[in-house]
């Protein structure tokens, strides 16, 4: 929103059913947000329901780890269950910072 850059590590895990996205066009898909103005939970938040709403998967999870801005770290994570489903295994947030590491 202030027309500052910033810069971000998106993490997408998620659980196709029927559909699965192609890397080519996540990339692209995400390059579309370089010129818009947004707030970073906002952006995730959009993204996380474009994917949903593109591959309608069990399970989805995308954890935005945006660079400092005022001398603050801003992680968001937004998180997305199929009705009815269930893991095999309990999924919990720590387990995903665990397996990519914190960032910070």
């Known amino acids: 929103m202030t027309g500052q850059p910033d810069f971000a590590t998106l993490t997408l895990d998620y659980i196709a ?3 699965c996205v192609e890397l080519k ?3 692209l898909y995400i390059w579309s947000y370089r010129d818009k103005g947004a707030f970073h939970e906002a952006v995730t938040n959009q993204i996380l329901d ?5 591959l309608s998967p ?4 995308l954890k935005a780890a945006f660079n400092v801005r005022g001398g603050i770290f801003t992680t968001i994570v937004a998180q997305y269950r199929k009705r009815g489903w269930k893991s095999f295994s309990p999924l919990a947030l ?3 910072v665990a397996r990519h590491g914190s960032g910070e």
């Open 17 to 19: 059913d029927r559909k």
């Open 25 to 27: 066009s996540l990339k």
């Open 50 to 54: 474009d994917i949903v709403a593109a």
């Open 58 to 61: 069990r399970f989805a999870q």
């Open 94 to 96: 720590t387990d995903t």
